[in-house]
């Protein structure tokens, strides 16, 4: 059976977004943001699985690596093929049941959770081979980050940073952000006009900020899965 990636149990993330300004010597229309994010995950996996990748068309392509080096195994996952198709059929049928057994407030919502693995399902493009015995992988992508308006650049989390999950009831699970911002901006914090995340709550709060060996950086933790937003110009 195919699953969500967001049915991992992560212990930790800790995630590096470097910032090139691209749009300043190329020529180009926008900046460009190199991320990469380290997993750890609760417990080593007990056997291969295969997760499913959401859609990440708006960034380049996703690249996961084991501890060792090598790549995991990648490949496309077309959601209307026959096999595949059967599968969203049977998460339909099975959240149908779950109600049907269970016409309580519990019963709804597995049924809605269902719901909601079916549409991830069918806006995915990719499988990824996590091999057995694994509790650490890497994965990395770049995102190009527009100029609007304003000649201000806005970066926001591309899928898969915000596909997973971290497990709040794990006493030890934390996620970290690393931002680099573009060597052009100097040591002028001020050219950042805003950095903050959003928790699952909608709580909104400013990543830190700070000078580092002469750059401009934002980090932040977290016990949550959150969505990171950044503005800056030069």
């Not at 470097?18 to 190199?34: C, F, P, Q």
């Not at 060792?68 to 996952?77: I, K, L, M, V, Y």
């Not at 595949?84 to 109600?99: H, K, Y």
Request: proline share 5%; hydrophobic share 35%.
């Amino acid at each position: 059976m195919i699953q969500s990636i967001k049915n991992l149990e992560i212990l930790t993330q800790s995630v590096t977004i470097d910032i090139t300004a691209l749009s300043r010597y190329e020529n180009a229309k926008g900046d460009i943001a190199r991320i990469t994010s380290n997993i750890r995950l609760a417990n080593p996996l007990t056997e291969e699985i295969k997760f499913v990748l959401p859609d990440c068309s708006e960034v380049g392509q996703v690249k996961f690596y084991l501890p060792n080096g090598e790549q995991a195994q990648q490949q496309d996952f077309d959601p209307t093929s026959i096999e595949n198709v059967a599968q969203l059929e049977s998460l339909m049928r099975q959240s149908l049941d779950n109600f049907i057994a269970a016409p309580t407030v519990e019963g709804v919502n597995s049924s809605v959770k269902t719901m909601e693995e079916y549409m991830e399902l069918k806006n995915s493009k990719q499988i990824i081979t996590i091999p057995a015995g694994q509790q650490y992988f890497t994965f990395t992508f770049s995102k190009y980050i527009n100029k609007n308006q304003n000649e201000e650049f806005i970066l926001e989390t591309a899928v898969p940073f915000n596909g997973f999950t971290i497990n709040p009831s794990l006493p030890s699970s934390q996620a970290n952000i690393i931002i680099l911002m573009p060597f052009e901006i100097g040591q002028d914090i001020t050219k950042v006009i805003d950095a903050n995340w959003t928790a699952p709550n909608s709580q909104v709060q400013q990543l830190d900020r700070k000078i580092e060996s002469g750059r401009v950086m934002l980090s932040k933790y977290w016990h949550g899965d959150p969505a990171v937003y950044v503005r800056y110009k030069y």
